[in-house]
């Protein structure tokens, strides 16, 4: 099941749309080209609508 939600999946498949159409911009104005992209955007967008989708876990470094 996802973690996220229905105002996550909306977001994420708007900015998917819009990058296939080629009108997705980053905050500095350059064009989106990949798909990771339109995602961190889409869910970015969610959470700032106040969805809750939990962030991506990071595994620290090993020393070795």
Same mark, same amino acid.
């Given at each position: 099941?996802?973690?996220? &939600? $229905?105002l996550? &999946?909306?977001?994420?498949? !708007?900015?998917?749309? /819009?990058? $296939?159409?080629? !009108? #997705?911009?980053? *905050?500095?104005?350059? #064009? ?9 955007? *889409? #869910? @970015?967008e969610?959470? /700032?609508? *106040?969805? !809750?989708?939990?962030? !991506?876990?990071? /595994?620290?470094?090993?020393? @070795?």
């Amino acid at each position: 099941m996802s973690k996220s &939600s $229905k105002l996550a &999946s909306k977001k994420v498949e !708007k900015a998917m749309h /819009e990058m $296939k159409e080629g !009108k #997705l911009r980053t *905050g500095t104005g350059k #064009l989106v080209t990949t798909r990771e992209q339109a995602i961190a955007i *889409g #869910l @970015s967008e969610a959470r /700032e609508a *106040g969805a !809750k989708i939990p962030k !991506k876990k990071v /595994e620290p470094k090993k020393d @070795s």
